[in-house]
């Protein structure tokens, strides 16, 4: 039987793109994983970037186009490392055309690239496409002559193609190879995947579906088509599964040297370890590439997740010490041929992996003294719950717990477990794991275009009003009082985007219009303007006069606002220019926001900027403003403005063409946004802030222009208050301020000391409620309002006075809260009884928890009305140990 010749993943990645390119495709660079779809978290497919394009909402540069493109799914991540297919990155080529050809065409590319570029024997190619194909079917069989046994017809699940419950769609058809031919023809199954892989997906958009389910085809059909590189390698390097092949197997080869064990000869459970190693070191190298760092929410909680999880598996294979920068490097190393973008940012990304790694490791010590604490209170079965909080937030496996709590006679609920990973899994897969080609649907389907753009030399101009939403419906007029969005031809507003706030201003009459009645008294009030798909929408609130659609307006700017906006615009280029210069050369945009009134610049860095940095910036952009730098804006292809040393944002899409704005030796950046025409016009520029937002992210905040003038007044007054008050020029405010500071601080250092002193003279009083058990000293009693340094005072002195026993005193603070403390001589330690189990079970009835060593522990409630039943099992408890047991 014939086998394919083998081949690199890097070859057939290059194989793919240059026979379309061959095709008068046009090779484009892979989307970034941060998408500017907002219906998803991180790009999953290769048809992401074209989405709009799809839809109609923007006209495609190009009628074909090809793509490597970077793609990460984490809705199966329990699968990776386990099947012999399933990754969180993988990447996807694809094909694609914009109204050009379509099935005939698309099928036969397909089969000329497996068969004559890849060298796949097509006797072991079996095809499927949708059951009601029969053009697709007819194709396969008549042109490219395939058996017609081999085409196998599938339902609407596997081989129709939707992008939501309305909008484009269509039938798809697949290649699969078939690893066991001789196995024959009689039975094939596709679901077999030990016999049979899909490695490519043609899709066939040529309907569109509407709300009642009828399907009209679309004036211009596109292909959409997707091969997995990773299942390609497989077939062409006749591994058994993707992980073996090159794009992956050096990582896990790096992992598995570090972990000194043999991947021929390991387990399957050590397999599966670095499997998922292998997996994901890939993911989250790209993914901090693409300016994603970890955090609790979003994208940032899923990178957070695959890093604990390379930390976890990495430790069950015996790494216990840091490593994740050792294998990440081998995955930069694979990666930097495709993308080199990875090398450049190279130290961001090890930086943000050592940091997590190293906290990660600190939160595993305190997994391992939960558990501890989940043990101790579990009488035969550990919760699934308690399991998997240890597993989700702790990184415990659940095998671990349950080794752990075998040898001290527990077992673990797994149903229960398993309970709680399916709703983390339904979470998950909810969380924008599709893509939506419905989100701007009623817009396509309103049939708006793009809005014609004036702002950039223009802050009035006339425009016809094309749409009028009241309450996200359509409407002809819009009358006094009511709050509509409005979305017109052309508009010299700018729509919020690249962190720029929208233009406010107004819609009032065009008195040039030519219209009979124009609407004198008409006034509109914009208060917001934002960007989709390159249409503006216009929120305002009508104050005067009616607004009807197909009339035309003045759309006029509110010019302070605007050059407000400019000015902070053009401040935060050069912060981050001073920044660069100052600071770090390798500081990158994490964010910002562009106000009226202030400016917000988001950077990686792992330490704070301090003081003297700050103002050393704070003077250089000062004095960049004083020199009077012009601005010189210009339209060019992307790679001439790279090449000119143009800084673009990392996350951020563009296109082949893009505006730079260049201040001439200070600042060039690939930026949309509005800015002034002279630096001298920002006026001056003053940092307010500096603050760290998440690990190894910094925020600073400015004010810049007008909005500085602002910021001082406001400080002026709260000093002008103080010096009244505290009778101080400005220049002594914090000499006084010092000293108040002191002596508070004084004065709380004498109120401690005297809370504790009559605690312990209260305490003496309680001495006559002790009682004797087999010689050892018990008092358990309750001590009014006393704070909990001191209730711990007065009862660390009151077992020194009582010499052999113990001590159990609690208070109420406040309403709501129950203070508690034990202290106990070595005698009832020796007798099994410990401060902080005794203290924990006694809070635990008041709802409340905590503990500490065995002689002396805290906890807290809150339950009052239990308390007196909280000290009757103290003293119950504290009797049993007197008597022995």
């Known amino acids: 039987m014939t086998v394919p010749p083998f081949l690199t993943g890097s070859q ?57 493109q970077k793609c990460i799914r984490t809705n199966d991540i329990e699968n990776v490392g386990r099947t012999a297919r399933h990754h969180t990155f993988f990447e996807m080529l694809g094909n694609f055309s914009f109204g050009d ?67 484009p769609c269509g039938p798809c058809s697949e290649i699969y190879y078939d690893f066991h031919p001789e196995l024959g023809d009689a039975h094939i199954d596709l679901e077999d995947d030990t016999r049979f892989i899909e ?17 009209t085809p679309l004036e211009k059909q596109n292909i959409d088509t997707g091969m997995g590189l990773e299942r390609m390698a497989q077939i062409l390097q006749r591994v058994p599964n993707n992980y073996e092949t090159d794009l992956i197997f050096p990582i896990i080869a790096k992992a598995a040297d570090l972990a000194q064990i043999d991947y021929s000869q390991a387990s399957e459970s050590e397999k599966v370890s670095l499997k998922v190693i292998g997996d994901h070191v890939r993911s989250v190298v790209q993914m901090i590439t693409d300016g994603i760092t970890a955090a609790n929410v979003g994208r940032g909680y899923i990178l957070r997740r695959l890093i604990r999880r390379v930390v976890r598996h990495g430790r069950l294979l015996g790494i216990t010490t840091a490593f994740i920068t050792q294998v990440a490097e081998t995955a930069i190393a694979l990666g930097e041929g495709a993308y080199p973008q990875i090398r450049e940012r190279e130290q961001v990304v090890k930086n943000e992996l050592a940091r997590e790694e190293a906290r990660f490791l600190e939160t595993l010590e305190r997994g391992e003294k939960l558990l501890t604490e989940i043990i101790a209170k579990s009488e035969q079965v550990i919760s699934g719950i308690d399991a998997f909080i240890l597993y989700d937030t702790y990184g415990f496996p659940l095998e671990l717990t349950q ?145 009807e659609t197909g009339k035309e307006v003045m759309a006029v700017v509110d010019r302070a606002c605007r050059r407000r906006s400019m000015a902070n615009h053009t401040a935060t280029h050069l912060l981050q ?15 910002s926001l ?49 090449a000119k040393g143009a800084i673009a944002m990392f996350g951020e899409k563009y296109g082949a063409e893009v505006r730079v704005v260049d201040y001439p030796g200070v600042s060039m950046e690939l930026c949309g946004g509005t800015h002034v025409d002279n630096t001298a016009e920002i ?101 009014g309002d006393t704070d909990a340094e001191s209730l711990k005072a007065a009862a660390t002195r009151l077992l020194q006075k009582l010499g052999q026993g113990a001590v159990v005193l609690a208070s109420i603070p406040e309403p709501d809260k129950i203070n508690f403390v034990a202290a106990l001589s070595p005698e009832l330690n020796q007798k099994g009884i410990q401060a902080g189990k005794l203290v924990g079970e006694i809070a635990k009835l008041c709802g409340g928890g905590g503990g500490g060593r065995p002689n002396l522990a805290q906890a807290g409630g809150k339950d009052v009305g239990k308390l007196p039943e909280a000290l009757a099992l103290a003293k119950e408890r504290l009797g049993e140990g007197g008597k022995g047991r």
Do not use: C
């Open 101 to 167: 050809y379509f099935k005939e065409k698309a099928i036969a590319y397909a089969w000329e690239l497996s068969t004559q570029v890849y060298g796949l024997p097509p006797e072991r190619l079996v095809v499927s496409v949708f059951r009601e194909d029969d053009e697709a079917f007819a194709i396969w069989r008549d042109q490219i002559g395939i058996p017609a046994h081999r085409i196998q017809r599938m339902d609407e699940a596997d081989n129709f193609w939707v992008s939501g419950v309305t909008g």
């Open 403 to 547: 080794e752990i709590a075998e040898e001290q006679g527990l077992t673990v609920d797994t149903e229960g477990f398993a309970v709680e990973m399916e709703k983390q899994r339904e979470r998950s897969q909810s969380a924008h794991e599709v893509i939506d080609l419905t989100a701007h649907q009623s817009l396509e389907q309103m049939g708006i275009k793009a809005t014609e753009f004036l702002g950039y030399t223009d802050l009035g101009s006339p425009a016809l009003v094309q749409t009028i939403l009241l309450a996200g419906e359509p409407v002809s007029t819009a009358t006094v009082g009511e709050q509509v969005q409005i979305i017109l031809n052309r508009t010299p507003f700018y729509g919020e985007s690249g962190g720029q706030i929208g233009d406010r201003g107004a819609l009032i009459p065009n008195q040039n219009s030519g219209q009979e009645n124009p609407g004198s008294v008409l006034f509109v009030r914009i208060t917001n303007v934002q960007k989709q798909a390159g249409v503006f929408i216009h929120l305002g609130v009508v104050e005067r006069g009616t607004l």
């Open 683 to 783: 006026g001056v520029f003053k940092i307010i802030g500096e603050t760290g937002i998440a690990a190894g992210i910094r925020r600073i905040e400015a004010v810049a222009g007008a909005a500085v003038l602002d910021y001082l007044q406001v400080r002026e007054q709260v000093v002008r208050e103080l010096g009244d008050r505290f009778k101080a020029k400005p220049e002594e405010l914090p000499q006084r301020v010092s000293n108040l500071q002191a002596e508070l601080k004084t004065a709380q250092k004498q109120l401690e000391t005297l809370k504790q002193e009559m605690a312990i003279l209260q305490s003496d009083q309680l001495l006559q409620q002790v009682d004797s058990i087999d010689g050892l000293s018990i008092l358990v009693a309750q001590m």
């Open 577 to 591: 220019a001073a920044l660069r210069k100052i600071v770090d050369p390798g500081i990158s945009q994490a964010g």
């Open 12 to 68: 057939i990645r290059h194989k793919f793109l240059d026979f379309y390119a061959q095709r008068g495709h046009e090779i484009l660079p892979s989307a970034s994983l941060v998408p500017e779809d907002p219906t998803v978290l991180l790009t999953i497919a290769g048809m992401l970037q074209f989405k709009p394009i799809f839809l109609g909402q923007r006209r495609a540069e190009f009628l074909r186009a090809t793509t490597a």
């Open 199 to 215: 490695f490519y997906n043609l899709v066939f958009m040529q309907y569109n579906r509407d709300a009642d389910g009828h399907l």
């Open 594 to 642: 562009v106000d009226f009134d202030r400016l917000r610049f988001d950077f990686n860095l792992p330490r704070s900027v301090t003081t003297e940095e700050l103002q050393t910036i704070e003077d250089l952009v000062n004095t960049w403003i004083s020199e009077a730098h012009p601005a010189q804006v210009e339209v060019m292809p992307i790679d001439v403005a790279k």
